[in-house]
């Protein structure tokens, strides 16, 4: 389905039926990332699998910034009329998923976030090292939003009221003290640190996600 939003062409799916979770996939990604996790999701609730603005199916566009697609699924949730969901959002996701907790308070119930920062040096310098050596070669905006954004004051983070969980892998490339700080700077945190995982294994076409989403949730 398309929904014509923000300036934006955006597609999504909708499945099941029950309480409804947002699922936000990562940069360069689309919605079929969670092709292993929408099927158990959605024996208890409604699923909206989002492609972000200038992926998947959605409209090509230049304009990638982060606030901007935190807009998006914000006039996504309120033009659909999908009462308090849950937001689950993967790397680039997690990012849109704490600006909109940040700005539009009262929108979401609660938050699930992996491997998302607050700066790019909340990534691990070998990982940016390699963005910056792509982007001279590609000049792909893509790489350029992961350089130059989010810049989210951690302090600011006082002010999420929602339950969030915290995720990522033992081997994120994020930074496990970027993380941790992420996690003790919200109030009603958890953070669950992920042994033998890295950025995205337990997430992209893996079902192994489930259990935390379910025991966080229920």
Known sequence: MYIHINRQILF?????EGSPILLLHGNGE?????????????QSHTVYAIDSRGHGASNPTEDYHYSGMAE????LITSLE????????????G????LIALHYPGLISRLIISGANLNPHGMKWT?????????KKSGSPLDRLMLDEPDIDPNALSQIQI???????????????????????????QLQIIEGED?????????????????FIS
């Not at 009462?83 to 689950?88: E, N, R």
């Not at 990982?127 to 982007?135: D, E, G, R, T």
């Not at 969980?165 to 992420?182: F, Q, R």
């Not at 950025?199 to 025991?215: A, C, E, F, K, T």
């Open 30 to 42: 689309d919605h079929t990332i969670f092709d292993a996790l929408i099927p158990q999701l959605e």
């Open 95 to 98: 990012i849109i998923g704490l």
């Open 12 to 16: 999504y799916e909708k499945t099941g």
């Open 199 to 215: 950025h995205g294994s337990y997430i992209i076409h893996s079902s192994r996600l489930y259990p935390y989403i379910r025991d």
């Open 72 to 75: 998006d699924i914000k006039e």
């Open 163 to 189: 339950p969030v969980l915290v995720l990522a892998g033992s081997s994120d490339i994020v930074k496990p003290a970027h993380t941790k700080l992420i996690a003790e700077k919200i109030p009603y945190s």
């Open 127 to 135: 990982f940016l090292h390699k963005i910056k050596q792509h982007y």
């Open 82 to 93: 999908i009462d308090s969901p849950i937001i689950y959002g993967f790397s680039d996701g």
